[in-house]
């Protein structure tokens, strides 16, 4: 069995930071993209940033320049540090995770249990 933990939303003001962390483990074969999601009240889940194993990077438009994705291919860990934080910022955040287990032939999507972030002053 796979678990995605996530750790590190919150509340703070506008223009604060804050580090999410999401740690893959359990039966863990390996693992392709990681990446973080969002969902604010009344809204659909939408990407926020994805990274590569290889560590290539893409971002939704409205964080490029305030959000980084990195990631711990030792610790099967990813991160987003988020940096300029905005009211509208405020979601739900998800982990997940592509995912292939030990001896498996087929990539499954994984998803942590969501942390909230919260922007307000």
């Known amino acids: 069995q796979v678990q995605l933990v996530e750790s590190g939303g919150g509340l703070v003001q506008p223009g604060g930071s804050l580090r999410l962390s999401c740690k893959a483990s359990?039966?863990?074969?390996?693992?392709?993209?990681m990446g973080w999601y969002r969902q604010a009240p009344g809204n659909q889940r939408e990407l926020v940033a994805a990274?590569?194993?290889?560590?290539?990077?893409n971002y939704t438009d409205s964080v490029k320049g305030r959000f980084t994705i990195s990631r711990d291919n030792a610790k099967n860990t990813v991160y987003l540090q988020m940096n300029s934080l905005k009211p509208e910022d405020t979601a739900v955040y998800y982990c997940?995770?592509?995912?292939?287990?030990?001896?498996?032939?087929?990539?499954?999507?994984?998803w942590g249990q969501g942390t909230q972030v919260s922007v307000t002053s």
């Open positions: 997940h995770a592509y995912i292939l287990l030990p001896y498996g032939v087929v990539w499954s999507d994984y």
């Open positions: 359990g039966n863990v074969g390996s693992i392709n993209n």
């Open positions: 990274i590569a194993t290889g560590g290539s990077a």
